[in-house]
């Protein structure tokens, strides 16, 4: 299995910047598309960016701009750099990986994979 690791979240004020990072072990055969996504109180989970094994990017239309998705294959971590914080930024982040991991016989099985959640809070 994969387990994910997440650090970084803190309290910031606006305009400032956090680094998000996580990271992935276990039996991992391959790690596909890496992402984050964030849940405010009383709110849905929502997609902040993604990143391809190619490092092509996605990001939510309220991120561009200012937060900058990026991985290390080597270390299978991926992070997420977040400028210009807003109060609205305010939510748990979650990163997501989707990975191909070998059970023991060999058998490749391709799983989505979900960290604990960091909070990130920005006062304004």
């Known amino acids: 299995q994969v387990h994910l690791v997440e650090s970084g979240g803190d309290l910031v004020q606006a305009g400032g910047s956090l680094r998000l990072s996580c990271e992935a072990s276990?039996?991992?055969?391959?790690?596909?598309?890496m992402g984050w996504y964030r849940q405010a109180p009383g709110g849905q989970r929502e997609l902040v960016a993604l990143i391809t094994p190619g490092s092509s990017t996605d990001y939510a239309d309220s991120v561009k701009g200012r937060f900058t998705i990026s991985r290390d294959n080597v270390k299978n971590t991926v992070y997420l750099q977040m400028n210009s914080l807003k109060p609205e930024d305010t939510a748990v982040y979650y990163c997501k990986v989707d990975a191909v991991t070998m059970d023991a016989y060999g058998v490749p099985t391709v799983g989505r994979y979900w960290g604990q959640g960091t909070q990130v809070t920005v006062s304004s």
């Open positions: 276990g039996s991992i055969s391959r790690i596909d598309a």
